[in-house]
C-alpha cells in the first residue's frame, strides 16, 4: 500500500526556517517524481515544487530562491526546506507522487498534510 | 499562467442526483486535466486523469470529459461517500501545475 505521511508542521515567525519531510512506503520511492502542494485553509491547491528522480528541481515563481526541495532516495524520503517565511506561506502542505507512464503532471497519492503557520 | 475556472462554487444535490461539475481554462490545454476529490481532513484522492481516463479503482459513476478550454466532471448517481470538494488541475504547464478553485457538493 503506498503512504506518504509528511512532519515538521509549526509555528515560525515571519523571515524564519522550516524543513518539511515526506516518508514513503509501499513503493520504488526511487523511480518517482515527488512534489510539494499546498492549500490555504479553505481554499484551493497550489504546487509548491516538485523533484525528479535524477534530482532535477523546479519551483514556481513565487517561491524561487526561498524554498529548496531535496531526496533520500536510501531512506525513501524528502524534504522542503523553506526560507525568509512569509505570511502568505501559511497553509497545509501535502506530499505528493507523480504518477508514472504518463508525460504530464499527475498526483496518483497524496499524504494527510502538515500545517506551517507563520505568524509573529 | 494559465488560469483554472471551476463553476460552481458549490453545490447541494440528493443522493441518486447527477452531478456535472465544469473546469474551463484560461487557453488551450488540450486534454491534460485531472480531477481530483477531497473530503474533510482527508488527502486529496486523484478521480480522472487526461480529462477522461478513470484513476484505478475509481467508481464508474464517475466520468470526465472535454478537451481544449472546457472540461466536465460528471456523477452519474450520487452516492453519500461522494460529497466533498472537487478541484480540477490542468498539467499542460508541465512541471507548474494550476488548480481550480474548487466545487463543493454539500447534501441538498
Not at chain 1, 481554499?43 to 515544487?49: A, F, I, Y
Not at chain 1, 497519492?109 to 502538515?114: A, E, K, P, Q, V
Not at chain 2, 487557453?27 to 486523469?49: R, V
Not at chain 2, 460528471?74 to 488541475?89: H, K, R, V
Request: hydrophobic share 35%.
Amino acid at each position: 500500500e503506498v503512504q506518504l505521511v509528511e512532519s515538521g508542521a509549526g509555528l515560525v515567525q515571519p523571515g524564519g526556517s522550516l524543513r518539511l519531510s515526506c516518508a514513503a512506503s509501499g513503493f520504488t520511492f526511487s523511480d518517482y517524481d515527488m512534489h510539494w502542494v499546498r492549500q490555504v485553509t479553505g481554499k484551493g491547491l497550489e504546487w509548491v515544487s516538485v523533484i525528479g528522480t535524477a534530482g532535477d528541481t523546479y519551483f514556481p515563481d513565487s517561491i524561487k530562491g526561498r524554498f529548496t526541495i531535496s531526496r533520500e532516495n536510501a531512506k525513501s524520503s524528502f524534504h522542503l526546506q523553506m526560507d525568509s517565511l512569509r505570511a502568505g506561506d501559511t497553509a497545509v502542505y501535502y506530499c505528493a507522487r507523480g504518477a508514472r507512464g504518463v508525460a504530464y503532471v499527475v498526483f496518483d497519492y497524496w499524504g494527510l498534510g502538515t500545517l506551517v503557520t507563520v505568524s509573529s | 499562467d494559465i488560469q483554472m475556472t471551476q463553476s460552481p462554487s458549490s453545490l447541494s444535490a440528493s443522493v441518486g442526483d447527477r452531478v456535472t461539475i465544469t473546469c474551463r481554462a484560461s487557453q488551450n490545454i488540450n486534454s491534460y486535466l485531472n480531477w481530483y476529490q477531497q473530503k474533510p481532513g482527508k488527502a486529496p484522492k486523484l478521480l480522472i486523469y487526461g480529462a477522461s481516463r478513470l484513476q484505478s479503482g475509481v467508481p464508474s459513476r464517475f466520468s470526465g470529459s472535454g478537451s481544449g478550454t472546457d472540461f466536465t466532471l460528471t456523477i452519474s448517481s450520487l452516492q453519500p461517500e461522494d460529497f466533498a470538494t472537487y478541484f480540477c488541475q490542468q498539467s499542460y504547464t508541465t512541471p507548474s501545475p494550476t488548480f481550480g478553485g474548487g466545487t463543493k457538493v454539500e447534501i441538498k
